[in-house]
């Protein structure tokens, strides 16, 4: 059949088709078929069987339409790169099967669309216009996500909406960090394509390697290219990988695991100054920290082996600035200064092959004593890391002398921009004396002066941001020219946080100034501009500090404030501190905020509290206490983050190692769940019958709210740290001593000043809900005597900062049965199996080996009302659920408990201390109603933990729960049961529950 009658049939099957005589066009094309084959006219062919397939489609054909949609599925597949024909194909099945088509098999219609979809957008990349801003994903909801596949799409969107007008400012934080990215290297397609080729013949050895160094080469050029690949060689390691690969000299895996700290580091510190960003940022932390401890351990067990080469000393000091940079943003500042100290011992023995490495360790070790308050460490530190990025800075003197430096280091120039940064630093931390204060004057002048001459020679961007460290740390010494060039140095950089520093400062000085009426006007309005710039990017202590600042100017103007600006910014620094922020001094500029003690809240909240402003007060002392009890980031493993990690997999597969072309943000922006709602961090108003009061214990005085239905009451007491710590100690001391009669002695005068001044507020109250502070957080309220117990008087619960929920809103409440969890569990805890049918429950199950295995941890606590934890409490916020094992963070369980739709959770503790109250804090983002643990050892034969278990058999919420703990409180006084084995024992709420 030659090509003219080709064309001929091809005509009268499409006529045939016309009109409705299905069974002849199916045998014209039937025809066609063999002979577009034979003369290879694969995009024809494509085109023929989709209209075979809506033959038979119309026919009914349900045989026929399978097979027919398998042979398109392989066309539309091997047609690389597809043509026009193949993608208007792909685009009218994909409108086709928009909606399920009766009587078509939903397997094989659900491949043929994914391929199409595909197909379909391959010759069509995304442009920036096309992309709906409203319907990115939120960072929120990218921190429910792994932090590979997050960075994946974070850097994804960051090239797709590159120069886009209204792209949201942490992902312009995230362009500027990466630059711009450039075509993709010759040299990275070619290995890529050698690796997928020695990946299709199983030779996994030299598959890996290749695409570790794709991954290396990809990361200058195109980052969202790197990350792609990173995904793809963590998928290939959970596969397995031959043994000989952790023997060979180049150390593939730990290269690609240093490579990927960097990037997931560089991604944390882009977003962690961003509002909004918080959660996302922590994350990507975290993942940092994870990963440098495992390249940690590799390198030291093949030390240990003595096989390989084990990494040089500037790749493990890198290594140990990322875990350090980590462990301080996480709020470990020990951890942070132990990650750095072996490589500052190396540092100034001088065994690093370049003096910049050593310089910069100091460096990052003087950083972490600055925000530890050990100032004079701090200082020598600084000193250190100047004199070696730079021998001599610190004692230069003349202009000829200072030349010379700059023209020795000229082979390195990024060191003079360190040893100009370690010389303010050095400024900041010296005595604040007549001698400190001008010692400090000259540094931060030398440090201008080796800018000045280093211009020429460094990279501008590096040179301006030191510029900024030095002239905010002069504007923080009281220089107003200063501020003026830091908000020059931050504009060029476009570093907003330090455009709302520098902005902090110049208003600041006016203000100290005694501004003249006229001038008033403008200190003001500069620092509204702060406030502005800070909410517009900054997060945590800057943009706190300065709404504060603000607030605290409009009140220093006397009889021309105006009350509604105070209360305003007073608001906008409560909601700066509320949520998930970061850890205290661990953003990037925290430590070159205002030292002046104006800047405390605790002056704002006096203020509120004299005024009777009970609404913002309240507000401001929680946002304090959840800075005070660091707020856990909890993340989710649940359907929408298991869509993503397939889609990635499946990406990276058929993108790299099938060569498929995939548009950039395919299958993936659209299966993160965006649509859950952002944590509401609101206290909430008390139900009919309930009260809760609410401590912030300051130095010299004690603000306390009584919070019913029908409002809040306010106090103020004299009673500060000091004498409330006293009390609290002498209630546990005497607990500790078994006197009874001196017990309750001490526990009558707790009664009397703490809970006899509030009971006027309390009149009809049946559950109260305490929120304690400071020390009052280790005093055990329901023993507290006045004629009876608290317990007795009310149903009683402790509310505590706690994670987000981990679980959907509509995960379903689990079955009334208990789980016993851990290998710790001795006859004792198994009594609990008393509890089945009898006690309530439909039945008592225990887990523990393997099935406590992280990996598996989800499936073991499926389907428990009620989980009971054995474990003992590891370092840190963990939990030791599996004897002689690694302790599990109670984050990741706190992820499982969620899943399963656990009510309540409990834990044998003791819980008293910082690791306690970080796993409580964990483990209540996975529970629908709250964590029961002891304070102390106590209840050996957990008889009461049997009657609260007993009671709560039924309970589906937090307030089923304080009633269930009530009951059992008075259950257990009924029957003499000793109070140090009930009293032992709290119900932990959310604090906004």
Known sequence: MDLSTIEAHKALAIDAFRRGALAEADALYAELEPQYARHRADDALVGLRFNRLLVALERGDRAGSAALMDRLAEGLWTADPPSPMVEEVATRICRLFAEPFPGVDHEATAALVTIAAERARASAPRRAEAVDLDALPAPDALARLHPA???????????????????????????????????????????????????????????????VDAFADAFACQPAVAAELAVGLDWLEARGLPERLRYTPSLPEERRLALTIEMHGQLASALVGESGAERLAIAQWRRVSVLADTWVTRVEGRRSRGGGRAGDAEQDALIGIWRSRAARVLGDLESAATALARNVARARRQ?????????????????????????????????????????????????HARTRLVE????????????????????????????????????????????????????????????????????????????????????????????????????????????????????LETLASAAVAARASAAGAVRRSVETAVAVVHQARADKADPARIEIHLRRAAEAAEGPALAERAGTLDCLLPAEPTFDLEAAIGRLVDE???????????????????????????????????????????RWLDEGPVEPMADIR???????????????????????????????????????????????????????????????????????????DEATAAWRALIEPLLYDLDGVERLVVVPDGPLAALPFSLLWGGSFL????????????????????????????????????????????????????????????????????????GGR?????????????????????????????????????????????????????????????????????????????????????????????????????????????HHISPRAWGAYELYLPEGC
Do not use: K
């Open 612 to 654: 009777g402003n009970a609404a913002l007060a309240r507000r401001l002392c929680a946002a304090a206490r959840r800075r005070d009890h660091r707020i856990p980031v909890s993340t989710s493993a649940g359907p929408a983050a298991d869509a993503v990690r397939m889609a990635l997999q499946r990406r990276f597969a058929t």
């Open 791 to 862: 317990a007795e008087y009310f149903d009683l619960a402790i509310a505590r900062p706690a994670a987000p929920p981990a679980f959907a809103a509509d995960t379903p409440v689990a079955q009334p049965t208990a789980l016993i969890v851990g290998d710790a569990a001795t006859t004792r805890d198994l009594q609990i199996s008393t509890l089945a049918s009898a006690g309530g429950l439909l039945s008592v199950d225990t887990r523990h080996g393997e099935d406590l295995e992280p990996g598996d941890l989800s499936g073991a606590l499926a």
């Open 149 to 211: 596949e997050a960075a994946v799409i974070v850097l994804d969107l960051a090239d797709v909406l590159r120069g886009r007008p209204g792209c949201p400012p942490w992902l312009r934080a995230v362009q500027r960090t990466f630059g711009e990215p450039t075509p993709l290297d010759p040299r990275v397609s070619t290995t890529i394509r050698r690796a997928s080729r020695e990946l299709d013949d199983d030779d996994v050895f030299h598959g890996y390697l290749s695409l």
């Open 670 to 744: 659209e299966r993160v769940d965006a649509s859950r709602p952002a944590p509401d961090w609101s206290l909430r108003t008390p139900r009919v019958g309930e009260a809760r009061i609410e401590f912030r214990v300051f130095e010299a005085w004690t603000a306390v709210f009584v919070v019913t239905g029908q409002g809040v009451r306010m106090h103020r007491w004299t009673a500060g740290r000091p004498a409330l710590a006293r009390r609290v100690d002498a209630v546990r001391s005497s607990l500790a001593a078994d006197v009874d009669a001196r017990f309750l």
């Open 408 to 523: 020795e280091a000229v082979d390195e120039a990024a060191r003079l921009a360190l040893a100009a940064e370690a010389l303010a630093g050095r400024a900041r931390t010296l005595p604040d004396d007549e001698v400190g204060r001008a010692e400090g004057d000259r540094l931060i002048e030398t440090a201008r002066v080796i800018l000045t001459l280093a211009r020429p020679r460094l990279d501008p961007d590096l040179c301006t941001r030191a510029a900024l460290w030095v002239e905010l740390t002069g504007a923080r010494r009281g220089d107003p020219a200063a501020a003026l060039r830091a908000l020059e140095a931050a504009r060029a950089i476009d570093d907003r946080p330090g455009v709302a520093l520098a902005l902090l400062f110049r208003g600041l000085h006016a203000h100290r100034g005694g501004a003249a009426d006229g001038a008033g006007r403008a200190v």
């Open 351 to 399: 065994a690093f092959a370049t003096p910049y490495v050593a310089a910069l360790i100091l460096r990052e070790a003087a950083d972490v004593a600055e925000r530890s308050d050990d100032r004079v460490g701090a200082a020598r530190l600084y000193g250190e890391a100047a004199q070696t990025a730079a021998p001599g800075a610190g004692e230069v003197a003349d202009v």
């Open 866 to 974: 009620l989980v009971h934890l054995v474990g003992e409490l590891g370092p840190g916020a963990a939990v030791a659920l599996i004897d002689e094992e690694v302790p599990i963070s109670a984050s990741h369980i706190a992820e499982a408990l969620g899943a399963g739709g656990t009510v309540c959770a409990t834990v044998m503790g003791p819980v008293d201390g910082p690791d306690g109250a970080a796993v409580v804090g964990s483990l209540l983002a996975g529970v629908r109603g709250g964590v029961l643990a002891r304070r102390w050892a106590a209840d050996d034969d957990r008889q009461f933990l049997l009657l609260f278990l007993r009671r709560a058999a039924s309970a589906t919420d937090a307030r089923a729960l304080v009633a269930a703990l009530g009951e059992a409180r008075r259950d257990a006084i009924a």
